[in-house]
């Protein structure tokens, strides 16, 4: 079992930065592929960005150039940079950890960010 807890959500005016992190635990045997992935009230889940095992990441359009994603393998952990918010971006943000067959998820952390 994997264990993810994101934190880093809060309430932001648009234009505003936040930090979100995602904490890995459990039975890690290897660096593997995290991604963030987010989804608003009423709209399907839509992933955010992906970082590799060499850490190489991919954004989505709506994000690239104003999100970063990076990872500390030390600590277990991935974070997601979010600068220049818009209030389009107001939804629940999760981690993922991605196994060859199966993919682990947190509970996910809420951004706001009011206009």
């Known amino acids: 079992q994997v264990q993810l807890v994101e934190s880093g959500g809060g309430l932001v005016q648009a234009g505003g930065s936040l930090r979100l992190s995602c904490a890995a635990s459990g039975s890690i045997l290897s660096i593997n592929v995290m991604s963030w992935y987010r989804q608003a009230p009423g709209n399907q889940r839509e992933w955010v960005a992906t970082?590799?095992?060499?850490?190489?990441?991919n954004y989505a359009d709506s994000v690239k150039g104003r999100f970063t994603m990076s990872r500390d393998n030390a600590k277990n952990t991935v974070y997601l940079q979010m600068n220049s918010l818009k209030p389009e971006d107001t939804a629940g943000y999760y981690c993922?950890?991605?196994?060859?067959?199966?993919?682990?998820w947190g509970q996910g952390t809420q951004v706001t960010v009011s206009s």
């Open positions: 993922t950890y991605s196994l060859q067959f199966y993919t682990y």
């Open positions: 970082v590799s095992k060499g850490g190489s990441t």
